[in-house]
């Protein structure tokens, strides 16, 4: 997975990147809640890529669903933006790259550091109001991870529409990558700068 908006970080940064997919006229059309979905979580019709999901969730979701039944609540929720005319965005698709250091300090416990920090993600998105489904992908052992986010673009509790611009995604990547290094931190790894010293120091 490549950042065409900081190609010069990728694959020796230090810490993950944040990539909001939303670009112009993308997701503008009602079966786009359910195909994302189905992309994030690898539930597409003959689906080729099942064994790189790694783990997913949701919050504001029923979780025991599929991508059907996830795509289904999540379209129930956009009923409450009731403004006239054109509705805009039915979903938002952000993907976390994880950098190798942050998943060299999270993986010595396995999995589970990862997940859990997707998680915690996914709350902080879930905190503004916006339901989302999240999703870790992994191609094989020994690559990268990155975390897919499919979010709904309607508040339930007031009706208003999920509104992105560069700046709140940057915003949103600096609270990941603390995520992300409060997460090392709880693993039993060294404060992130001493750890990022020694790994530098071999």
């Not at 991508?67 to 409450?80: E, N, T, V, W």
């Not at 999995?111 to 503004?128: G, S």
């Not at 339930?156 to 990558?177: I, L, W």
């Amino acid at each position: 997975m490549t950042d065409k908006r900081r190609p010069e970080r990728n694959g020796s940064c230090e810490l993950g990147l944040l990539i909001n997919r939303a670009g112009k006229r993308r997701y503008h059309k009602q079966g786009d809640t359910e195909r994302v979905i189905r992309y994030v979580l690898r539930q597409r019709e003959d689906e080729a890529r099942e064994d790189e999901l790694a783990f997913w969730g949701a919050c504001g979701l029923p979780e025991w669903e599929d991508a059907k039944g996830l795509s289904d609540a999540m379209s129930s929720l956009q009923k409450a933006h009731t403004r006239r005319g054109n509705f805009g965005r039915y979903i938002d698709h952000e993907i976390y790259n994880f950098a190798p250091l942050e998943i060299l300090g999270l993986e010595r416990h396995g999995e589970e550091p990862i997940e859990r920090t997707a998680r915690k993600m996914a709350e902080d998105i879930y905190r503004e109001g916006f339901p989302v489904v999240f999703a870790g992908h992994r191609k094989a052992a020994g690559e990268s991870w990155h975390v897919h986010f499919a979010v709904g673009t309607v508040n339930p509790s007031t009706g208003n529409k999920r509104h992105e611009d560069k700046k709140k995604v940057r915003e949103r990547e600096a609270r990941f990558q603390d995520i992300v290094k409060r997460e090392i931190r709880r693993c039993g790894q060294k404060p992130w700068e001493q750890f990022l010293k020694e790994e530098a120091e071999g």
